[in-house]
Every structure is written in C-alpha cells, then in structure tokens.
C-alpha cells in the first residue's frame, strides 16, 4: 500500500482542565458535571447538536429510570427528567410516575428540546463547545495523554489539557492513545446491526397498538411484503401528539468502525425507513395518514468497540445483580442483544433473553462499577457511553442513554478529583468519588465504600 508522510506545525492552545471528546449523553454528563465542580471544559462534537442518540440519532425515548418502587436514576440525568417534564417535552399522557416509580416504563420525547436543554446546561456551566469538531490524535506518554490534535472549519489544533474523557461511543479517542480494546465482529461472531431511525407525523397517537405492531409484522412477512423478513421491529416511539420516532430495518453486517460499511449502511437505512413507512401505512390503521418527516443525521449503532477497563462488568455480576462498593450508579435495563439476523433461531433467543429470563424484577437493579470508565492501566484517561468496559451481554443494557449519562457524570467528577489531588484515574480514592456524587443527587444505595476500586484479576 502507497503512504504519505503527513507532516503539518499547527497552534497549540492551553489551560484547559478536561477535554471531552464526543457530545453524547456521556459527554455531556462529564463536561457539565466536571464544569460545574469548576473544571474548564472543552467538549468537542462532530456533528452541530448535543445529545447524540438523543437528538442526531432520533432515538428520542427514555427507560428504565425507577426500579416500580423508587426512582434509581438520579443526578444529571434526573435533573433532565424533571426539566423536560416542566417544559411540555414529553407526548401527552406522561405523568412524573413514568420516571420516579414505573418499571421499565419507555416514554418518548422531544428531541429538539432535548438539544435546547443541553445547550443552556453546558453553556450555565461554563463548557466550551465547538461542534463540527473531531479528534484526529493524540499525544501520548506512558500511561497519560499529554494532548490531541483536533480538526474542525479552522483546520488542525493541538490542544493541551490535565485529564481527557472519551465519549465518542466508538472508543476514538482510546484508539488513538493505543490503549486496549475489544472490537465487534473481531472478538466475537456477531456485530449487532445498527439501525437508521426516523421522524414521522400524521399518526393516531391515541388509537396506535403497541401489541398490534407484531402481529401486522408477521402477516407482512407472510405476504412477502418486505426485503428481509425481519420479525424484530421494534416500532414507533410516540413522541407527541401525531408524531413518533421510527426504529426499524436492521442493518445487518454493517460494521462501525468500517466508513465505507457506515456509508453503505446509512444508503440502506434511508431505503429502510420508507418501506417501513410504507408499511406502517399499509397494515396498521392508525398509521393510514403516515409521513416521512426526516430520517437520522447520525447511524443508530449499537456496538463497535469496548475498552479494556481496570474493571470488565459481565454477565454474571448482571444476573447476580450484583452491588459494588465503588459502583457510580445502579440500573437496571434488561440485556438488549437485538437479532443477528432473521433467522427463527435468533428470533427465539431474543424473545428468550430480554422478555423473559434475565429481566430485573421490582426492586432489583445492578451496580456500575467505577472501574469499567477507566482503560487499564491509565492515569488520566477515562470513558463515558457506550465504549465502556462490559462483556457483550452487558453491554447490551448499559448502552442505554440514561445509563450513559450516569456514567459520563461519574467520570467527569473523577477527572476534576484526580486534577485536584492528584490521584491516577487508574489508583483513584472511589470512596471520596462516591461521596461527591451522592452529594450531587446520585442514587448509590451501597452501605460499603472503598477507597479503591473493584478490578478485574488479569
């Protein structure tokens, strides 16, 4: 293969505390919340919007925010709940219960508000935002990164900080640094396929059924309707009052760290997205008056690659709903493995796996430990979202947006606590964590703390 040697000075800019790489509901957890400990923050996002799945992706629904007691999701991400609620965000119908109390109780909302609301939060705290902005390396020695090189519409900077977090679900800024991880499709057999979601109107909110969906889905398959006989459609996400979000048409093989397999992928998707209108038109009453309204700026994935953390979260930890003294928060999402492909085999598992064997019951929940935002052996580097340390069973529950911004508000606050005393990302006092992110509203019922965290023996 023929190489160019790319050789360039560019600016170097200075005095920033935390870089965060990735404005997605982990980004923004970590810059607010390291931002507003009095950290100075730059948060970098290629697209022109916070929120990522949230918002660009169009995955504009929440879950799993209460255990049926008691809401188990607290802090930023609680105070996200609350806020949308007051500002009329929400589809009609959604009463405060929906987050404080219900299990696993999904609600749509807005995604425009949800952009809005992110905004006025980094910007009250401080953060300095640049969007259109991407990591393109970094400088690194031994176990610290010393700076990345960015690039946006004013060309190449170097930028120097004391502690960078990387929330670019994809592990980007973890790759560039060389620490380790495991990728989809190399270390295991699958990749779970992504999906492009969608924006609709012109629906009966009121008279849509839920349960109807999958029966209109097997007659369409069985009248050889679609391009691939898919039975996991998981449907229209009603986000207001004739308006729903679309999530359907598996793009099965597309890998995300592949651009050529992304760039055929979103091709695919956008095909995808009008014959599921199509047939949301064609099977389902209250859906007759459908319109396309938009389809995702940004790919739905759901896996591509996970750090190696001083701590993996694994499935056994998960079923054995296991508390940690040094978790950052608690969940409890069932595991959400999507179909391989439209096999019955694959079909039968999924039904088996999320709706009936692993799925927490009221009251139950699993802790988050600490260990799994920090790459091995790292002193002032950290993760937050869907590039977190967990095995794939696992991972397929943490990915979830709430989840992400517990744990971007986790490692924003242990970056400013590592800044302030010194202490590695990779050797940090978890009990003094622990007991700023309590006091910041974070729900950790844990009666045992530690200093240091829980690891995973290697």
């Known amino acids: 293969m023929k190489t160019f040697d790319f050789q360039r000075t560019i600016t170097v800019e200075e005095g920033y505390d935390v870089v965060v790489a990735g404005g997605g509901p982990g980004g923004c957890g970590a810059a607010i919340c390291a931002a507003r400990l009095g950290a100075k923050v730059l948060l970098l996002e290629a697209t022109g919007c916070l929120g990522g799945m949230g918002t660009s992706g169009m995955v504009s629904a929440w879950s799993d925010l209460a255990d049926g007691t008691r809401m188990i999701v607290g802090g930023l991400m609680g105070e996200l709940a609350e806020t949308m609620y007051a500002r009329n965000f929400y589809k009609s119908g959604i009463d405060p219960s929906w987050w404080r109390s219900r299990l696993h109780g999904g ?11 992110l905004d006025e939060l980094c910007v009250q705290a401080g ?3 640049r969007f259109f902005t991407r990591v393109i390396d970094a400088e690194v020695s031994g176990g610290r990164v010393r700076g990345v090189v960015i690039n946006n519409i004013e060309g190449h900077r170097y ?10 679900g994809d592990a980007v800024l973890s790759d560039l640094c060389g620490a380790a991880y495991r990728e989809a499709g190399r270390d295991t057999n699958h990749i779970m396929a992504p999906t492009l979601c969608s924006a609709h109107a012109g629906i009966d909110t009121a008279a849509f059924d839920w349960i109807e969906k999958q029966e209109a889905v097997f007659k369409a398959i069985k009248d050889g309707f679609f391009t691939q006989p898919d039975r996991h459609i998981p449907g229209l996400f009603i986000s207001g009052k004739t308006t729903a979000i679309m999530n359907a048409g598996h793009l099965f093989g597309t890998n995300a760290v592949q651009c050529r397999s992304l760039s055929d992928g979103m091709i695919r998707g956008r095909q995808f997205a009008w014959e599921y209108t199509r047939f949301f038109k064609t099977y389902m009453s209250a859906c007759r008056d459908m319109e396309m309204v938009a389809t995702a700026s940004l790919l739905g994935v759901r896996e591509s690659r996970r ?20 978790q950052i928060g608690i969940y409890n999402k069932s595991i959400d493995i999507h179909v391989h492909d439209c096999s019955d085999a694959e079909w039968e598992r999924y039904l088996a796996e999320f709706e009936k064997n692993d799925r927490p019951a009221a009251g139950e929940y699993y802790g988050i430990p600490y260990g799994i935002l920090v790459p091995r052996g790292w002193e002032n580097l950290w993760v937050a979202g869907r590039c977190n340390s967990s095995d794939v069973k696992v991972h397929g529950a943490l990915r979830d947006q709430p989840a992400c911004f517990m744990m971007g508000e986790a490692a924003g606050t242990a970056a400013v606590q590592s800044i302030r005393t010194g202490q590695p990302a990779c050797d940090l006092n978890t009990q003094t964590l622990v007991e700023t992110l309590r006091a910041r509203g974070a729900v ?9 965290m829980s690891r995973t023996v290697v």
């Open 127 to 129: 953060v300095e935002i």
């Open 307 to 326: 750090v190696m953390g001083e701590y993996e979260l694994n499935y056994d930890d998960f079923r054995n709903r296991r508390s940690f003294p040094d």
């Open 159 to 168: 930028i120097e900080a004391r502690a960078f977090i990387d929330a670019t």
């Open 444 to 452: 950790l019922p844990q009666t045992e703390l530690r200093s240091s």
């Open 107 to 117: 609600f749509g909302f807005n995604g425009e508000g949800l952009k809005l609301l």
